[in-house]
């Protein structure tokens, strides 16, 4: 995995949320994504990093280069806390649903917008969630 890149941000207001999509988005422009892929990028970002603030009391976001082979290249968007968990992670994933009246279009459009999604939650332990998006090839 020569040329893997990890940076990680703390997230506990939201002036760190823009911190991180900044950094998100100008990784996303060096990986030559899409402008679209990128705009997806971004809005992972933002879901995941007011996930943090609303849900867990903050959190980290850490940004990854990541590879499946040589030539396909991918960005994984990685939120962790230690607040209070999911109780029920399935639910939190149904369109409309929201704990705390708002759209609930967060985890379920992070799942839809990237490729690859993954979320790991323990009540009283805290959240994991990885989400990747695969770099299309330039043909």
């Given at each position: ?7 990680t941000f703390?997230?506990q207001r939201?002036?760190?949320v ?7 988005r100008?990784?996303?422009n ?17 879901e995941?990093?007011h ?17 499946r082979?040589p ?5 994984a ?8 968990g ?19 279009a967060?985890l379920?459009?992070?799942r839809r917008?990237?490729?690859?999604f993954?979320?790991?939650s323990t009540?009283g332990?805290g959240t994991?969630v ?7 090839s330039?043909?």
């Amino acid at each position: 995995m020569k040329g893997m890149e990890s940076i990680t941000f703390r997230i506990q207001r939201e002036a760190d949320v823009y911190v991180a999509l900044s950094a998100g988005r100008r990784l996303a422009n060096e990986l030559q994504f899409s402008e679209t892929d990128r705009t997806r990028i971004e809005i992972c970002i933002l879901e995941l990093a007011h996930n943090l603030i609303r849900h867990a009391g903050g959190g980290e976001i850490t940004l990854t280069q990541v590879h499946r082979d040589p030539a396909q290249i991918g960005l994984a968007v990685e939120s962790r806390d230690t607040g209070p968990g999911i109780p029920d992670v399935e639910l939190a994933l149904r369109d409309g649903y929201s704990t705390i009246h708002s759209l609930g279009a967060g985890l379920p459009g992070v799942r839809r917008l990237m490729d690859d999604f993954h979320i790991d939650s323990t009540p009283g332990v805290g959240t994991t969630v990885r989400a990747v998006k695969w770099r299309t090839s330039h043909r």
